[in-house]
């Protein structure tokens, strides 16, 4: 029961105040890798994210005086694989649920393990991204 609870916390952390995408870690990488991050100005918010998942937690610049000290939470790569098939129960708001569901249903499947992909895995691989990214165009 407390690994539920702590799973429907993390997925409203992520529908209310994070990201899911796809970053390129390094920039001559031709894919692109899962991740999910959070922004908050209460730093234990981010604390409780790291601590429980691992990832990073870096602070932004803040560049007006009256804007707050923020700090911005991510994580990347197996760590987001691990972590989405616990939360997506839980989550409810629409584009993070489509994009969690690629990511969980399909990203395995076209990544190989040995990084070396044929013609036709490329292909398959760059249409994920495309449908990832442009989620309206390929509703039926």
Request: charged share 20%; no cysteine.
């Amino acid at each position: 029961m407390e690994n539920q609870i702590m799973y429907a916390y993390t997925a409203g952390i992520i529908d209310g105040e994070g990201t899911i995408t796809l970053t390129k870690i390094h920039s001559q990488n031709e894919f692109r890798y899962p991740t999910l991050s959070v922004t908050s100005t209460t730093y234990s918010f981010l604390e409780y994210l790291k601590s429980h998942f691992g990832g990073t937690i870096v602070s932004n610049k803040v560049y007006k005086v009256n804007h707050k000290q923020s700090w911005h939470w991510t994580l990347v790569g197996n760590k987001v694989l691990n972590l989405l098939p616990n939360i997506l129960p839980y989550m409810l708001e629409p584009s993070k649920v489509y994009r969690a569901n690629l990511i969980v249903n399909e990203y395995n499947k076209l990544t190989p393990r040995n990084g070396k992909y044929t013609d036709e895995m490329k292909s398959n691989k760059k249409d994920f991204e495309y449908r990832f990214f442009h989620p309206s165009d390929t509703v039926d």
